[in-house]
Antibody, heavy 127, light 109 residues
């Protein structure tokens, strides 16, 4: 059974750096086709993809957030860490991490999808 | 950047069929995934790869995708289906970007 859980501060001040940790079980981030992603959701608003890391260390970022984000594997082999710099009140949101799986419909065509989500952690940015 | 457009709300009576659309340029060439989110809860995958259902998702949930519109269909709607629904694509042609639609609130009358 795959599970993920987000952890980090619930309150940060403007201009500070936010560090969130995703601790997971039930899979290995060294398995081909696997990834871990981060998504956030401001109160009452839509989901926004932030970043992801694949099993092969390939990292991808949302273009609008690229300059502020860093995603890495944690010191523990079952963790992924997201850092977001220069926090602002508009960054107040619930932050989710997800398990990403690769599906191949034909030998040449494949896609990725997020099949399991953590419960989320709420971060408020306020002075 | 790629944009996915969903209607803000859909209302349906119990036992009827709800159809939620997700519009995007040539979305028919991409794989579309759908998530259900109830208040205070994390999203749950209900359809992936246009029309496949994860284990545990009722057959009442189905998906289709063609040309510029993907559709999530909920048959025999139940009160418990009331939730927000988000579509998502993985755009392999744009540096592996992930895009979400704005979400549709399904209200069961």
């Amino acid at each position: 059974q795959i599970t993920l859980k987000e952890s980090g501060p619930t309150l940060v001040k403007p201009t500070q750096t936010l560090t969130l940790t995703c601790t997971f079980s039930g899979f290995s981030l060294t398995t081909s086709g696997v990834g871990v992603g981060w998504i956030r959701q401001p109160p009452g608003k839509a989901l926004q993809w932030l970043a992801l890391i694949y099993w092969n260390e390939d990292k991808r970022y949302s273009p609008s957030m690229r300059t502020r984000l860093t995603i890495t594997k944690g010191t523990s082999k079952n963790q992924v860490v997201l850092r977001m710099t220069d926090m602002d009140p508009v960054d107040t949101a619930t932050y989710y991490c997800t398990h990403i799986r690769k599906a191949a419909t034909t030998p040449l065509y494949y896609y990725y999808y997020m099949d399991v989500w953590g419960t989320g952690t709420t971060v408020t940015v306020s002075s | 950047s790629y944009v996915l457009t969903q209607p803000p709300s859909v209302s349906v009576a119990p036992g009827q069929t709800a159809r939620i659309t997700c519009g995007g340029n040539n979305i028919g060439s991409k794989s579309v995934h759908w998530f259900q989110q109830k208040p205070g809860q994390a999203p749950v995958l209900v359809v992936y790869g246009d029309s496949d259902r994860p284990s545990g998702i009722p057959e009442r949930f189905s998906g289709s995708n063609s040309v510029n519109t993907a559709t999530l269909t909920i048959s025999r709607v139940e009160v418990g289906d009331e939730a927000d629904y988000f579509c998502q694509v993985w755009d392999s042609s744009s540096d592996h970007l992930w895009v979400f639609g704005g979400g549709t609130k399904v209200t069961v009358l």
